[in-house]
């Protein structure tokens, strides 16, 4: 797959993980996994509750260092980047970000135009025209001169991706993009992020928990267990019920999903068509 940068040209990072360990203290919840992450593609990172995907993507940013082995970027291992240079082409959203007590929207949104500062380069019409943008693509711009804290969990979800898209990096690692949205605000997000992969050529990596939306929206997807790598690929290639079950321990059927032809998992639980009680 090939895509566009920022600025027109064949987007060129590349980031990947080579040999990792990376944990919490004394404990280990990643040991010894390489990744190389699809350059321009949409990649879901998926499984089971405590298998390592938020790890995998804290230590794919540098907000978890890693005991072992490297992740590099543009093979350069990051732990040798300046903070400004990685912020310049990485992005993240982690799962719990806290905002300043009583900033404003506004103000959040443009601390994602900090990495393009410097005593040389100072705040500029761009910057002002990328915040207003963020704000607009996300749908929060009549938020604005709203204090973050007095704001609902979907409407302060939706105010971190635009400070994280008025970053304007070529990389956005997204943890748990959707939580706290309804699904129609998930869709309005999840159409968002991949107008920036398709039509911008952005490289994106999220933690998802709905399936059905990862194989619709993701390029591919990384399937994990117990801190390793269990398969990498596009989904209609490894989404199977055998590997459901072997992950998930999730029975269920996989079927064509009628709108993008990509695989649809639909669990099956104990609950079976039952007699009408409504007359």
Same mark, same amino acid.
């Given at each position: 797959m090939t895509g566009k940068s920022l600025h027109g040209s064949a987007a060129t990072h590349t980031l990947s993980a080579q040999r990792?360990?990376?944990?919490?203290?004394?404990?280990?919840?990643?040991?010894?996994?390489?990744?190389?992450?699809?350059?321009?593609a949409l990649t879901g990172v998926v499984g089971p509750n405590g298998c390592g995907k938020s790890t995998l993507v804290k230590a794919l940013s540098?907000?978890?260092?890693?005991?072992?082995?490297?992740?590099?970027?543009?093979?350069?291992? $990051?732990?040798?980047? @300046?903070? %400004?240079?990685?912020?310049?082409?990485?992005?993240? *959203?982690?799962q719990n970000p806290i905002a300043p007590?009583?900033?404003l929207v506004a103000d959040l949104v443009a601390l994602g135009r900090h990495?393009?500062?410097?005593? $040389?380069?100072?705040? @500029?019409? %761009?910057?002002?025209?990328?915040?207003?943008?963020? *704000?607009?693509?996300?749908?929060?711009?009549?938020l604005a001169d709203r204090r973050v804290s007095d704001l609902s969990g979907g409407q302060r979800q939706r105010v971190w991706v635009a400070m994280v898209l008025a970053q304007q990096t070529d990389i956005l690692l997204l943890d748990e993009p959707t939580t706290f949205l309804d699904l129609a605000r998930s869709l309005e997000l999840l159409d968002l992020v991949d107008m920036l992969h398709v039509e911008q050529g952005r490289t994106v990596v999220m933690v998802l928990h709905d399936l059905a939306l990862a194989c619709r929206y993701c390029d591919e997807?990384?399937?994990?267990?117990?801190?390793?790598?269990?398969?990498?690929g596009a989904p209609r290639d490894i989404?199977?019920?055998?590997?459901?079950?072997?992950?998930?321990?999730?029975?269920?059927?996989?079927?064509?999903?009628p709108v993008s032809d990509q695989p649809l998992v639909v669990p099956v639980g104990e609950r079976r068509?039952?007699?009408?009680?409504?007359?």
């Open positions: 990792i360990r990376v944990g919490y203290g004394d404990r280990t919840v990643i040991d010894d996994l390489s990744v190389n992450i699809a350059p321009n540098r907000l978890n260092p890693v005991s072992a082995g490297a992740v590099m970027l543009d093979g350069e291992p $990051i732990t040798t980047m @300046s903070t %400004r240079a990685l912020a310049r082409a990485i992005g993240v *959203l982690p007590e009583g900033i990495p393009h500062q410097n005593w $040389i380069r100072q705040w @500029s019409g %761009r910057d002002s025209d990328e915040i207003v943008r963020a *704000l607009e693509q996300t749908g929060v711009a009549d997807l990384i399937v994990m267990r117990d801190g390793s790598i269990v398969v990498q989404v199977t019920e055998e590997l459901l079950w072997d992950v998930f321990g999730l029975r269920s059927r996989v079927i064509p999903d068509v039952r007699p009408s009680t409504v007359s």
